[in-house]
C-alpha cells in the first residue's frame, strides 16, 4: 500500500464523504496556496464511499485544473470512515511530511506552512493543529460541540492520552517515518483514529507539538455529535485494551 515512486516534501491527504457541495473550494485554496511553494507536493482526496457525486467533481476538478508537474489524485475506497480512508491516503503518499486536513477546510491553507515549518525546524515527529493552547482560536463554535469536546478531552487524557489538550482538531502532520509506522498498526476505523494514533505515537516516545491555529466551525458538518462522541469513547477504552494485550505487537 506505501507508495514509493515518487519524493516529495509534502504529501496532503483530504477525505471526503459526500462532500460535493464544499469539496471544490477546499481544493482550490490547498492548491492555490500550494502552487506558491517552493518545495514539491502532492494532494491526495480518499473518497469514502461517498453516494453523491463527490468523486466525479473531484476527478472533473483534476483533469481540468492540474497540469504537468502536478500531482493530484482521488482514491475511491469503500464506506469504512474516516479513520480508515485517512489511514489509506496516508499509506499512498510518498511525501517526506504528510499532512492530514479535513475537506471543510476549517483550518486556512495558508497554515498548512506552519506545520511544515515547525516540523522541520523542531525535528518533531508529529505536529498536530490545537484549538485550545494558548494562541489558538475558535472562531464559530456552538456550546454544545464545545463542551462535549472538553468532556472528551477530559476522557482522553485520563484514559489514553495525558498531556494534549485537543486530540480531535483534523489537521496533523507527520514525517514519513512516523506515518509509516503509526498508521499500519492503526485499527480504528471512525472517528476515534486520532486517538489511537497519539496513545501509539506517545507509547514510542515519539516527539509531538501541539500547535495553535485558527479553526472556524463550519456549517453543514457531517459529524452527528451524540454518536460520534459514544463511538469515539468506546474505541479509545478498545485502544486501550488492545495495547494491554499485546494487539499492536
Known sequence: MINTCHNWLLSIVIPTY???????????????????????????????????????????????????????????????????AIKVGMLSAGGAYRLMCDADLAVSPEQIGKFVGFIERGN?????????????????????????????????????????QDTQCGYKCFTKEAAEYLFQKQRVKGWGFDVEILFLAAKENMDILEMPVSWVNVEKSKVQIHKASLEMVRDTLLVRLRYLFGRYK
Open 124 to 164: 518533531y515527529d508529529i505536529v498536530i493543529g490545537s484549538r485550545q493552547v494558548g494562541g489558538a482560536q475558535r472562531l464559530h463554535d456552538s456550546p454544545l460541540r464545545y463542551f462535549t469536546g472538553r468532556l472528551f478531552n477530559w476522557f482522553v487524557r485520563a484514559i489514553a492520552v495525558p498531556g494534549i
Open 18 to 84: 459526500n462532500e460535493a457541495d464544499r469539496v471544490l473550494p477546499t481544493l482550490e485554496s490547498v492548491v492555490a496556496f500550494l502552487r506558491l511553494q517552493t518545495y514539491s507536493w502532492e494532494v491526495i482526496v480518499v473518497d469514502d464511499g461517498s453516494f453523491d457525486k463527490t468523486p466525479s467533481i473531484v476527478s472533473n476538478w483534476i483533469e481540468e485544473n492540474i497540469g504537468a508537474g502536478e500531482f493530484c489524485r482521488v482514491i475511491l475506497v469503500d464506506h469504512r470512515g474516516k479513520g480508515s
